[in-house]
């Protein structure tokens, strides 16, 4: 069974560019993350979605990043413009919801950014 | 809001000794526990989760860690480490299902232990 697909794995952009990574969960995974993990810390939940609806977006700052997953499979994650505090590792991670005590996330490679 | 200290950034050992990794977690209510590893250049991958139950709970690659409600600890351990295990460690926590709202699923990770080992 295929993990999490995330692409590119590696992006440098330069300070005010739009930039956008892309995710792929494993497949029947209805539940779907985005993190940001900044150096030396731990990943801090970005958005989730549940389906197509985004169900948490609290901590996903809107009015540079935007995030959408039309069909409920795959999900894009943008960020226009990229300031140089953005360079970081955005993971992806998909879960099941089977009703289980609780549903374990599988976590992508990540796309590590770095903003010039 | 829960949160998560993890009280050793790094952690150096020599091969074949055993090691502890701390962790220290705050919340007023009941949360699910959980140890993910990380391999340079790779995702996390989960290592053991306590849900109920005994607070001994094994993990994968011979890691155990013990869950201790009083102290709001839940520090991982190996009798005896591998170079392969040099890693970065996380702890997280998370709301169970029933408590309801949009928290549940959501994962809040420590700052990170980095273990290397050494021959």
């Known amino acids: 069974e295929a993990g999490v697909v995330q692409s590119p794995r590696y992006k440098i952009i330069e300070k005010k560019q739009p930039v956008a990574f892309w995710c792929n969960p494993i497949?029947?995974?209805?539940?779907l993350y985005w993190y940001l993990q900044n150096l030396g810390q731990g990943p801090e939940l970005l958005i989730r979605?549940?389906?197509?609806?985004?169900?948490?977006d609290s901590q996903l700052p809107k009015d540079r990043f935007s995030a959408e997953r039309l069909k409920g499979v795959d999900s894009t994650l943008k960020i226009q413009p990229a300031e140089l505090g953005d360079s970081a590792v955005y993971l992806c991670?998909?879960?099941?919801?089977?009703?289980?005590?609780?549903?374990?996330?599988?976590f992508g490679p990540g796309t590590r950014l770095t903003v010039l | 809001a829960q949160s998560v200290t993890q009280l050793d950034s790094q952690v150096p050992v020599f091969e074949e000794a055993p090691v502890e990794l701390r962790c220290n977690y705050s919340?007023?209510?009941?949360?699910?526990l959980f140890w993910y590893v990380q391999y340079p250049n790779q995702g996390l991958q989960l290592l053991l989760k306590?849900?109920?139950?005994?607070?001994l709970v094994k993990g994968i690659n011979g890691f155990e860690a013990e869950f201790n409600k009083s102290q709001t600890s839940f520090h991982l351990r190996k009798p005896s480490v591998h170079i392969s295990d040099t890693a970065e460690y996380f702890c997280?926590?998370?709301?169970?299902?029933?408590?309801?709202?949009?928290?549940?699923?959501?994962?809040?990770f420590g700052q990170g232990t980095i273990l290397t080992v050494h021959p």
């Open positions: 997280a926590v998370t709301l169970p299902s029933n408590a309801g709202g949009t928290s549940y699923g959501k994962l809040t």
């Open positions: 979605y549940e389906n197509e609806e985004a169900v948490d």
């Open positions: 991670a998909s879960s099941s919801n089977l009703g289980q005590v609780y549903n374990e996330q599988f």
């Open positions: 497949s029947g995974h209805n539940t």
């Open positions: 919340s007023s209510v009941s949360v699910y």
């Open positions: 306590y849900l109920s139950g005994s607070t």
